[in-house]
């Protein structure tokens, strides 16, 4: 098989186009092409009155050698190497446990049981079906279940967001992340898009899929059950001890994989008591910033954004003040949504749907923060920070999970907003119009509003005096690391800290992958 990169295509063209254009830079007929793989379409936007499709693709022909004579240095040959679980010994010792069934909890038990080690899983939150029903229960009502909303339950947080499966590792994991969610039920195009996304409404799907495959290969999957101990002697785990409902329950087992999410804090609490070695880890906090999605997709694409998929954008900038800003999570055509798991504690989130239709683009608006802001040296310092932070948007929003929101220049003029402008919110229950600075810190506003006329000038438009911040979002990432060593074992052995809330990965992919990591280590061992 032969790989063709920077194929540049005008807009609206098919698959004949494609074809004949390989044929040509390959000097074959189109007779002698038998399969073409996309690998990767992007489009180039530098010159909107010429916007192009760029495509990298996997041909596979009669006569490659002859085509790669004839084709000088526009193609290599591809040596594909598909991803292999290693090969490990029969597997003696008790079944292993999970905690957490995030991307990172789902992919370790998937991978361990389709190579003959079925685990119990744990998740302390609902399946995904009931989960559902809790948090549209809590967006339309603003009553919450603390034990089952946007940060617990089956999927993790991921599950209600856009999906994103992007990724800035380079780890030959990653196709057998993107196999495995096309296998079950993600789009094909995830594979090959230069941004791929899920949806959150497919995502569910993949997720309640996953689960089912776990059982079929003999998992034990225990939903409302959370990890509340741990049995250790001699520095090893001998056991874990759980919880659901007024149930508590001992399981002898040799290996743990911690895979809680970022948002588990009194399992971190508990983790630090048992004498888990951890430290502080940076993070970032901010609001939601939303935009009328039309005009985004306009200043990105001008007049062809109606012939494109809804853009999105990816911002940053440092500031003298000495701090950096930068967009999260953007959602094309998505809402943001309310995602507190604690009473008295506010914070936001983007979502989008797979159709990315809505009117709104909303993205992650935010500022890092680091050890030198937490309020003291210890492991959880950091999440005495988001806590406080969180606390002062449910008193700024009226103490009843309505969120503060403010016009950016009400933002930028200091002054508090009175009503919506052209840009209508998103965020259910509701917003109270006010001035957010009032639960951010102070260098944090000051950044935000340095930031805006930079990233304005960036993508035109994205200062709009319309445009809506929506505070507060404080759970960019954990605010804390679970240390690990070469074996990706804790200084308990048989501990496996893994995925974003243990502090090693941002996001569904890379927590995927390191899922399949930790895997392999227990397998190992």
């Known amino acids: 098989m032969i790989q063709i990169s920077n194929i540049r295509l005008p807009l609206g063209s098919d698959r004949q186009l494609l074809e004949r254009k390989l044929a040509k830079l390959l000097r074959v007929g189109q007779s002698e092409i038998r399969e073409i793989q996309l690998v990767k379409q992007s489009i180039d936007a530098r010159k909107k009155e010429e916007l192009k499709l760029v495509y990298t693709v996997n041909v596979c022909l009669k006569d490659e050698e002859l085509a790669l004579k004839r ?68 967006w339309r009502t603003g009553v919450l279940d603390t034990r089952s909303n946007v940060q617990f339950g089956e999927g993790g947080a991921g599950t209600f967001s856009d999906g994103k499966l992007t990724t800035g590792t380079h780890d030959p994991r990653i196709g057998a992340v993107l196999d495995t969610l096309v296998e079950m039920g993600a789009p094909a195009d995830v594979a090959w898009s230069f941004r791929p996304h899920v949806g959150t409404d497919i995502l569910r799907q993949v997720v309640s899929a996953i689960r089912r495959e776990l059982i079929r290969l003999g998992c034990d999957v225990r939903f409302q059950t959370q990890l509340t101990g741990l049995r250790i002697a001699g520095g090893r785990l001998e056991g874990v001890e759980t919880q659901c409902g007024q149930q508590r329950e001992y399981i002898p087992t040799e290996h743990l994989i911690l895979a809680p999410g970022h948002s588990a804090r009194d399992t971190f609490a508990m983790l630090c008591q048992s004498g888990l070695a951890m430290e502080q880890k940076p993070f970032a906090i901010g609001v939601r910033i939303e935009h009328s999605q039309q005009a985004i997709s306009f200043a990105q694409y001008g007049e062809a954004y109606r012939h494109l998929p809804p853009s999105d954008y990816h911002l940053s900038c440092h ?22 798991s604690e009473a008295g504690r506010l914070v936001t989130n983007g979502m989008s749907y797979r159709a990315r239709d809505g009117e709104n683009i909303n993205g992650g608006f935010l500022v890092g923060v680091g050890p030198g802001d937490y309020p003291g040296s210890d492991p959880m310092a950091g999440v005495r920070f988001q806590q406080c932070w969180e606390e002062a948007a449910y008193e700024l929003g009226g103490k009843n999970f ?75 990432s954990s605010p804390l690391r679970i240390l690990r060593d070469e074996s990706c074992q804790s200084n308990v052995q048989g501990i496996y800290p893994c995925g974003e809330g243990c502090g090693y990965a941002g996001g569904i992919m890379s927590a995927a992958v390191d899922g399949i990591r930790i895997a392999e280590a227990v397998a190992r061992g």
């Open 71 to 138: 084709a000088g240095g526009g193609a290599k040959r591809l040596e594909k190497k598909p991803y292999l679980f290693p090969e490990t010994s029969p597997w003696t010792h008790k079944p292993p446990v999970i905690a957490g069934m995030g991307p990172a909890g789902l992919f370790a038990a998937l991978y361990l049981a389709r190579n003959g080690i079925p685990s119990i899983v744990l998740e302390r939150g609902k399946p995904v079906e009931e989960r559902q029903r809790d948090v549209e229960t809590f």
């Open 319 to 340: 500031l003298p003040n000495g701090r950096s800003a930068f967009s999260f999570c953007v959602c094309p055509g998505g809402l943001v949504v309310a995602s507190a």
């Open 402 to 476: 309505h969120a503060p929101a403010q016009l950016v220049g009400d933002f930028l003029s200091g002054r508090a907003s009175a009503q919506a402008g052209a840009v209508r919110p998103t965020y259910q229950p509701g917003v109270r119009w006010t001035d957010v600075s009032g639960c951010l810190p102070g260098y944090v506003s000051e950044t935000l509003q340095g930031a805006l006329p930079v990233f304005d000038r960036k993508v035109k438009g994205f200062a709009h005096p319309e445009a809506v911040l929506t505070g507060i979002e404080s759970r960019s």
